[in-house]
């Protein structure tokens, strides 16, 4: 039986899911956002964050609030989230956790191994949130969905493991 968390496709096309929800989310308050966003599932995380690594190259850093990286998400209820040492990333993370009253742990360790990392190493704070769970996985999930926010434009993305 397949199942998000024993597949190994089922955390790419749940983490794909997750970025239209958002979208919809994002679209239907368009009116109310002060900066624009952009979405972008971005491929090949696993052989060496090429597209990420190829959007970063390409998009100007000062236009670039910050990168809100999903990945591994749906593993467990509780959100894990990795700040890399930017202050304003755990302040924003425990305020959604607060007012959505949902379990998270933050962190300012660095976590160098997803999509967000092209944009951390050119200053761009980043934020690489998991899930945990505390059940014993058969197989480890493997998905990653970046969401980036600019000031002008936002983007935001996913990778997936074939």
Known sequence: MWTPTTSRRGPATTGTATVVEIANALAAREDELETRVHLVAFGAEEVGLCGSG??????????????????????????????????????????V???????????PRLSPHSDHWPYVERGVPGHHTSTRTTRKRTTTPSTSQTFVTAGMTTSSGSSSRR
């Open 97 to 107: 956790a607060d007012r959505f009253d949902h379990p998270m742990k933050t962190t």
């Open 54 to 95: 190829h959007d970063s190259e390409n998009r100007d850093p000062e236009t670039v609030k910050a990168v809100l990286n999903n990945d591994g998400v749906v593993r467990g209820r509780t959100l894990k989230c990795y700040t890399q040492g930017f202050d304003g990333l755990e302040t924003a993370a425990q305020a």
